[in-house]
């Protein structure tokens, strides 16, 4: 017989790597075609041909990232169907328009620019590709909002009700600006720029350290990318701090267990507000078995009072209750490599103030070369480990408070179940290892400084033809080494 508990479990550890596989492509997609736009610009109106070779080198790397999202991406559509078959009928009503949607006004917005943006170069007008560019970039940017609709809704079902199994709309408007999604999608929107403007800094920073002959081009875009950084990492945060008050309000026990928080009084009435810096939920006792913490600062954190009260995961009954410990060490890695980041990107500004930040000033400064290097990492830590706070803190709810996780899970054979797990991560694994095996060729070659470049006039005609010497520029993604 099937072990219901059993077949839950293996249905969300699938479901979790295929997610964690995915999440990492979209966010850089949408960061890096963002600084695409940004550096074409730059290049039309310095006509400066350093960044017009910056441009192509990163668009490179832009193209194996996008692609690897595709094929991840279709994986995670598969699972729906596979593993949450019950869900994904209950919700079809919203979630399946809402997907809809996101293939109509996005998905298929963004396949027909990103042919200009990659094959245009030279056949176009140099307005019309940067006006692809610029497509690409807030095309993305739309498929991430619509995905941010759904999952939202999930974290705050508003605008419909539960009917003969379905879950049917009252209200388009309150069910897609959810609460959730109202600050949610600020959230993930911010870090796609941050994980785009750190892989540019990290690849830009390992380019100089290492001394490679085009070396000093790269000074524009780590620049650029760390300058950039000084406002987008703390806006971050800041929105971070707001996503963190709309938990609070609407899912309370999803921030009880973040927080590691169980009682709401202490023993004497007064309220517990002290934010636990380190503990170890014990979730059989329903405490901590110890914790350090600083008082008031979860009222502080929470609500913005120095007294207030934060209810704690006593208050919920045992079978609602979030688990604790992935949640509540997910949620604070989050925060510091946020807080890292931030830390480094105004270390540059100090650095660009005293006049140090210059080739040779950085050349003799190797450990904050190597710092923005690693940094590049920390974005992806980030990312993965906020994406498992968001989803682990929702349980035992696939839809909160309408639809338990168990409820929505498909009825398959536990073999079955480990089939398709195995096949997944065999799939992701191939993925991400040529991913990389990719991005790792395109840095160690750097940018092709043999190849013309375009030098149009402004009128030619879309599918007009290029010089040999132009085709066979637009025929080389990835330029074999030597």
């Known amino acids: 017989m099937t072990d219901p508990t059993l077949m839950v479990d293996l249905a969300r550890l699938d479901f979790a790597w295929i997610t964690t596989m995915h999440i990492i492509y979209p966010p850089l997609t949408i960061g890096l075609a963002a600084f695409l736009f940004y550096s074409e610009v730059k290049w039309l109106r310095t006509n400066n041909d350093e960044w017009y070779r910056l441009t192509r080198f990163f668009e490179k790397l832009f193209i194996i990232n996008f692609g690897a999202g595709v094929a991840t991406g279709i994986t995670m559509e598969m699972s729906f169907g596979i593993l949450f078959g019950p869900f994904s009928q209950a919700a079809g009503p919203f979630f399946g328009n809402i997907l809809g949607y996101e293939t109509i006004t996005a998905f298929m917005y963004e396949a027909g620019f990103i042919g200009l943006m990659v094959f245009g170069w030279g056949k176009i007008s140099k307005k019309m590709h940067l006006f692809a560019t610029f497509n690409v970039a807030f095309s993305s940017m739309l498929s991430a909002m619509w995905i941010l609709v759904a999952n939202s809704w999930m974290q705050s079902p508003t605008g419909v009700h539960l009917e003969n199994g379905l879950f ?30 750190f892989f540019v800094a990290g690849i830009s920073a390992w380019m100089i350290y290492k001394k490679r002959p085009h070396a000093a081009m790269f000074m524009k875009t780590l620049t650029a990318s760390l300058m950039a950084l000084v406002v987008i990492a703390p806006l971050q945060i800041y929105i971070g701090d707001d996503l963190g008050r709309t938990v609070a309000e609407h899912d309370p026990a999803a921030l009880a267990a973040m927080e590691g928080h169980w009682h709401t009084y202490n023993a004497d009435g007064t309220p517990n507000t002290s934010w636990n810096v380190i503990a170890w939920p014990d979730e059989v006792k329903g405490t901590n078995t110890f914790q350090i913490g600083i008082p008031h600062m979860l009222s502080l954190l929470e609500d913005h009072k120095w007294v207030s009260t934060v209810k704690g995961l006593e208050e919920f009954k045992p079978e609602d209750r979030p688990p604790v410990l ?10 510091a490599a946020g807080g890292l980041l931030m830390i480094i990107a105004f270390w540059a500004l100090y650095l660009k103030y005293r006049g140090q930040f210059t080739m040779e000033g950085l050349q003799r400064r190797p450990w904050f070369l190597r710092l923005v290097v690693f940094s590049a990492i920390l974005p992806y830590i980030a990312i993965w480990t906020g994406w498992w706070t968001r989803e682990v803190a929702r349980q035992p709810w696939i839809v909160h408070g309408l639809m338990r996780t168990s409820e929505g899970v498909s009825q398959m054979s536990i073999a079955a179940e480990i089939v ?13 290892i040529g991913a990389w095996y990719f991005f790792a060729k395109v840095v160690r070659n750097g940018p092709d400084m043999q190849a013309e470049v375009i030098h149009q006039s402004e009128n030619i005609p879309v599918g007009s033809l290029m010089t040999d010497k132009i085709k066979h520029q637009e ?8």
């Open 168 to 197: 049917l709309v009252d209200s388009w408007k309150d069910a897609i600006l959810n609460p959730n999604f109202l600050t949610g999608f600020p959230h993930m929107a911010i870090a796609s720029f941050e994980i785009g403007l």
């Open 326 to 335: 992935l949640p509540f060490y997910a949620f604070r890695i989050m925060v």
């Open 420 to 432: 398709w797990f195995v096949g997944f991560v065999v799939f992701d694994l191939l993925v991400w």
């Open 475 to 482: 025929s080389i993604l990835i330029r074999p080494t030597a």
